[in-house]
């Protein structure tokens, strides 16, 4: 999300299903029972044990599969890591406690902090404590009001995430032939800065090819939102070329209500974010569900290498500067039937 400054990053849920629940709960299986983890790389010359370094790291409730797995991929990346004591807080999206949560491993005085931020805005403050104590921060994805308070940014290219969107079906559109193509969006939720950055990003792309989007709603992040969006969107939509969804698990919901209305075989649909059950759909190769663009928690498991480093004033291998850079975007890779095995560690 590169990103707003957002209380979750998947809104709440709707309080019932849209028509159709029984479907859509017969295709739900949770996202947050995966156990996949994608760690850094351990080899060259930063990969031999150096000087201990004790990170402290705090992150929202593992109430998504995104956010699990971001703590999950943090874990597994220190547990491979000799010289990194990893504390590790309970996740929280209570924003006075993750405050506190993070000026108590100030005041135990580790020597590098990893933040994703419930609120960056409400986080700030205590993020320029631990810069203003000599404690380097990694601000990980929701972004920080103030580059003050984080030594390293790093996170995800929502934008970018559009435009790649974009691209695949531009590809699929001029594979087929077809000049002009009804092209749908389903977002998720409006007044986020990430949706407003994956939806420019999709706009931008399009217009470059000479397409546009004949019909676009958001929704909530939610399964269920997706599919009472996604049943609004196919009853007024007659004919459909293609179709973005910005987030894979509110693409539950969007693919139940493709399936209800019978229209799986007409259309190239693209997902976002990068579940372990989108991969596996589009891996079946019998879906609508023909791509996913990578949103990746392993970003948490570069942070804490990143933190690794700083605290033991190292740099990046394979660059000629002597520091960790100052802000590292993750690219939004587009995970296909033909490279899906390659990422299926990566989903969430």
């Given at each position: 999300m590169s990103t707003s400054h957002?209380?979750?990053r998947r809104g709440v849920l709707l309080g019932g299903l849209a028509a159709g629940a029984g479907l859509l709960a017969a295709a739900c299986t949770s996202n947050e029972s995966s156990s996949n983890t994608q760690v850094a790389g351990t080899t060259g010359a930063n990969a031999a044990a150096g000087k201990e370094v004790r990170i402290g790291f705090s992150a929202p409730a593992a109430d998504h599969g995104w956010t699990a797995a971001i703590t999950r991929n943090a874990r597994a990346q220190a547990g491979g890591l000799e010289?990194?004591?990893?504390?590790?807080?309970?996740g929280t999206n209570d924003v006075a406690r993750q405050i506190e949560q993070v000026q108590t491993l100030i005041n135990q005085k580790v020597d590098v902090l990893v933040i994703l931020p419930f609120d960056g805005n409400a986080l700030t403050a205590v993020a320029r404590n631990a810069m203003s104590a000599g404690i380097p921060v990694i601000n990980l994805d929701r972004v920080f009001a103030s580059a003050l308070a984080y030594r390293t940014w790093i996170g995800g290219d929502n934008?970018?995430?559009g435009i790649n969107a974009a691209n695949f079906l531009i590809a699929k559109m001029r594979e087929k032939n077809i000049a002009n193509p009804v092209i749908v969006e389903i977002a998720g939720i409006d007044n986020l800065q990430l949706t407003q950055?994956?939806?420019?990003g999709f706009k931008d792309a399009l217009a470059a090819?000479?397409?546009r989007i004949e019909a676009r709603q958001s929704t909530d992040f939610t399964a269920a939102g997706g599919q009472q969006v996604a049943s609004q969107m196919l009853q007024a939509v007659k004919k459909?070329?293609?179709m973005w969804n910005h987030d894979d698990d509110q693409g539950i919901g969007v693919l139940a209500a493709i399936r209800q209305a019978n229209r799986a075989g007409e259309f190239v649909m693209v997902g976002g974010g990068g579940s372990t059950q989108a991969m596996n759909e589009i891996k079946g190769g019998n879906s609508p569900l023909q791509a996913t663009v990578l949103y990746s928690p392993a970003m948490a498991s570069s942070a804490v290498t990143l933190a690794r480093l700083l605290g033991q004033r190292k740099a990046l291998g394979d660059l000629a500067e002597h520091d960790v850079p100052a802000k590292i975007t993750t690219f939004s890779a587009v995970v296909?039937?033909?490279?899906v095995d390659q990422y299926l560690a990566n989903g969430y």
């Open positions: 957002i209380p979750s010289d990194v004591k990893l504390d590790l807080t309970e934008y970018g995430m950055e994956r939806s420019q090819a000479g397409f459909i070329d293609a296909t039937k033909d490279n």
